[in-house]
């Protein structure tokens, strides 16, 4: 997952070159392990006497359009979020901005406010559910990331009340489509 955030790799996501394939499934994917691994837990089997152990944390990237792509998030308003989400790091509380720049923390995918018209922090897992028609990226956490027009005075890594969080999408709503 972290290769998205790679220099080479993140500019091709940023402007819609390449974004995420969608999932084969365990039971067609795999990888042939030596006799020596230990196979544990429902991605392991045996297959024509071969042992065979799946991942669920393999991604490919592509550039073929497909259907997972297009579909929205259904989201919950700032409000909502805060008086129901099953989150307890969002559940109650106030959406946090960075020390660093106007963007607001967003720890959760299903933590994104419907109603929120501003750059947004998310967490790199977001891009296995990013609808290019719903969101737009517009850079992430990194100086290679820096957002068209930012000034090279801000820091790019993100951190609230100097705490560093971890790699970050920035978004916003794609204001040239609404869903």
Known sequence: MNAITYKEVFPLIKDN?????????RWISGFIVPDKYELYGTEARVEKGQR????????????IDHGKRHQPLSLMTMEDNKKFSKHKSVKGKE?????????IEVPFT??????????MGVPISFLDKYNPDQF???????DYGRPDGWSE???MSVTIN??????????EKNKENTI
Not at 52 to 63: C, D, E, F, R
């Open 17 to 25: 070159k390449i974004w995420l394939g969608t999932g084969m499934g």
């Open 52 to 63: 065979i152990v799946s991942t669920n944390n393999a991604l490919w990237m592509t550039n």
């Open 95 to 103: 959406y946090e901005v960075y020390d660093n720049f106007n963007a």
């Open 110 to 119: 299903d933590a994104i406010p419907s109603d929120y018209d501003g750059v």
């Open 136 to 142: 737009k990226i517009i850079g992430c956490s990194y």
């Open 153 to 155: 005075d801000i820091k």
């Open 162 to 171: 100097g705490k560093a969080i971890y790699k970050r999408l920035l978004i």
